[in-house]
């Protein structure tokens, strides 16, 4: 069964400090992964995505990882700000037809 | 470029009642989803419309149903509504269904049923 954990459930960390979100995934066969940002109320919005050859993505102070061999992702937000309070899902699609799976979510809260 | 709007913001009814969403994706783009999310859990995938037919659902009972127009806007319409029908409903549009397009995502629908 193709499922997406992510960890951990919710995190709260001071303004300026850097964390890392973990997704682990099971999904196959793979086709890419991508990191939402779901501001609260909002829809979510895309952040990165990567397929299986890619490794590292950034998009400005979000930096994604993907290990292929171990399915597993990293979503590294550095200089953290307020306004990266929300929740940040992990999606993984595969290669027959439309599938996508979806985490449940890091909730983060950056407090001054 | 408009993104994705949905309407109406917020829907109130109760139990039993029929409810309709309506979504109108980005212009140039043929699919679009459907998924609840209900409070406190991910995303879950209704339906997806693409060239105005139904390609694909998930888990839910038949009385969760929708159409494409020609135009490509779509509406998801829920019948027989239950408590747990409460949640948001998000529409996302990409320009294709393959896996390798973006969705994106409207701001939702917040239905509750009373």
């Known amino acids: 069964k193709n499922q997406v954990e992510q960890s951990p459930q919710s995190l709260i960390i001071l303004e300026g400090k850097n964390c890392t979100l973990q997704?682990?995934?099971?999904?196959?066969?793979?086709?890419?992964l991508r990191w939402y940002k779901q501001d609260t109320g909002r829809g979510p919005v895309s952040l990165t995505i990567m397929t299986f050859s890619e490794n590292t993505k950034s998009n400005g102070r979000y930096t994604a990882t993907l290990d292929a061999d171990t399915k597993q992702s990293s979503l590294h937000i550095t200089a953290s700000q307020l306004s990266d309070s929300a929740s940040y899902i992990c999606v993984v699609s595969t290669t027959s037809g439309y599938a996508l799976n979806f985490g449940k979510g890091t909730s983060l809260l950056v407090t001054p | 470029e408009a993104g994705v709007t949905q309407s109406p913001t917020h829907l109130i009814k109760t139990r039993g009642q029929q409810a309709t969403l309506r979504c109108s994706p980005i212009s140039g783009h043929t699919s679009v989803y459907w998924y609840q999310q209900a409070l406190g859990l991910g995303l879950q995938f209704l339906l997806w419309?693409?060239?105005?037919?139904?390609?694909n659902r998930g888990n839910f009972p038949p009385r969760f149903s929708g159409r494409q127009f020609p135009n490509y806007s779509s509406e998801l319409n829920v019948n027989a509504l239950e408590l747990e029908d409460s949640a948001l409903y998000l529409c996302?549009?990409?320009?294709?269904?393959?896996?390798?397009?973006?969705?994106?995502f409207g701001d939702g629908t917040r239905l509750s049923i009373l």
């Open positions: 419309y693409d060239e105005g037919e139904e390609r």
């Open positions: 996302a549009s990409s320009s294709s269904g393959y896996s390798n397009q973006p969705q994106h």
């Open positions: 997704c682990n995934y099971t999904v196959s066969p793979f086709s890419n």
